[in-house]
């Protein structure tokens, strides 16, 4: 195809992600305060009987519910944005590229769910617990919504993204950029550097580190494991295809 026809095709998909996401947000939005009221429990429930969250600008307490119920929308809508990424890009692939490319698209989307969750269940109520607590005694803690909403997004997207882990090691062995040996003889490395890695991206304190830092590790090992089965499966296709 011409450059024109790929950018036009490009153009539609783009289309179709935008259309799903707006259809989504608009059936959501009249329930904006409703979300944002259950995405706010578990920092409501661990708050003083005589504190609450507060809305230090005028427009945040409309901004706030909007802007979290398009991202919901973008979440929901996140197994056909992959699809419509996946429609444009598989025409380009080999049939035995098609083969590992679906799952590996299909298992990156529940990976990414498994670390939103995994954030919002084990995760989010520990961490605003230690900070709630450690607060000095003659102060009240009262937390803008909006200031509320970027921390929450932000370690959503971090355990989102964290929990790719196995599907990056993945495809760094498939492409040959690094070897299932070499990334074995470098794990104390590894493990090091998740652990300064989790450092750096999660809030202050140690406990979320921790609970940042050992799913990075396991996660990895996964990556391993996955990556020796799909070598030793690749290398039994070619001399397959030699014998032949």
Same mark, same amino acid.
């Given at each position: ?10 153009? #539609?998909?783009?289309?179709? %992600? /935008?259309? =799903?996401?707006?259809?989504? *947000?608009? $059936?959501?939005?009249? !329930? @904006? ?65 098609? #083969?590992?490319?679906?799952? %590996? /698209?299909? =298992?990156?989307?529940?990976? *990414?769910? $498994?670390?939103?969750? !995994? @954030? ?70 590894? %493990? ?53």
């Amino acid at each position: 195809m011409p450059l024109t026809e790929h950018l036009i095709e490009l153009r #539609r998909h783009f289309i179709h %992600i /935008l259309v =799903s996401v707006l259809v989504i *947000f608009l $059936a959501l939005v009249g !329930f @904006a305060r409703d979300i944002y009221d259950i995405f706010s429990t578990p920092l409501v429930s661990l708050l003083p009987t005589n504190s609450n969250m507060i809305a230090t600008d005028i427009t945040s307490p409309f901004l706030a519910p909007i802007k979290l119920t398009l991202y919901v929308a973008m979440f929901i809508a996140m197994p056909y944005i992959l699809y419509q990424i996946w429609s444009f890009v598989a025409p380009a692939l080999y049939k035995h590229e098609k #083969r590992i490319a679906l799952p %590996i /698209l299909l =298992s990156s989307i529940g990976l *990414f769910y $498994a670390g939103i969750a !995994f @954030a919002y269940y084990v995760v989010l109520n520990r961490v605003l617990a230690f900070f709630i607590k450690f607060s000095p005694d003659n102060v009240l803690p009262m937390t803008d919504i909006d200031s509320y909403l970027n921390f929450v997004l932000k370690l959503f997207l971090v355990f989102g993204a964290t929990f790719e882990i196995p599907i990056l090691t993945l495809l760094l062995v498939l492409a040959g950029v690094v070897s299932v040996a070499s990334l074995e003889d470098k794990r104390r490395y590894i %493990i090091v550097a998740c652990f300064g890695i989790s450092a750096i991206v999660t809030p202050p304190d140690g406990f979320s580190m921790i609970l940042l830092a050992i799913p990075m590790c396991l996660l990895f090992e996964l990556g391993l494991i996955l990556a020796k089965f799909l070598v030793k499966e690749k290398k039994e296709i070619t001399s397959d295809n030699q014998t032949a």
